[in-house]
């Protein structure tokens, strides 16, 4: 099956590629190579069945080179406390404060960082 991607790695194009433009958007910059990334150049860079750890992306603002922020994929159905500590560990050894974790299923952790979400009713509401 030379030339195509697998119907998981077709989804992970499309992820990285919206992701891509949502950073556009919030004015970090991305190379138009990025952007304009074919489905034929995508499996030449991540290979035809990617993995999710390959296509982490990192990008500074446009306004200010020191506000970057990290785009992570990781290969977990669900992200527990061990990968978010690993992220969280590359964050501050790269001098990153913000990141985004693009998972599968869900988020298993209740840290700081993923706080228990509350009910919105009356009594909770500003």
Do not use: W
């Not at 994929?73 to 590359?90: I, Q």
């Not at 913000?98 to 869900?106: C, E, M």
């Amino acid at each position: 099956m030379s030339g195509v991607l697998t119907p998981a790695g077709s989804r992970l194009f499309r992820i990285r590629k919206t992701c891509l433009k949502m950073l556009r958007k919030r004015k970090y910059i991305v190379d138009e190579e990025q952007l304009d990334m074919t489905a034929e150049t995508f499996r030449e860079r991540f290979g035809e069945n990617p993995t999710r750890e390959s296509m982490t992306i990192l990008a500074e603002h446009e306004d200010d080179d020191t506000d970057q922020i990290f785009v992570f994929f990781p290969e977990d159905e669900k992200v527990g406390v061990k990968p978010v500590k690993t992220y969280c560990d590359r964050m501050k050894e790269e001098g990153v404060t913000k990141a985004i974790i693009v998972v599968k299923q869900g988020i298993t952790v209740r840290t700081p960082i993923f706080p228990p979400p509350r009910p919105c009713d009356s009594r909770t509401a500003p």
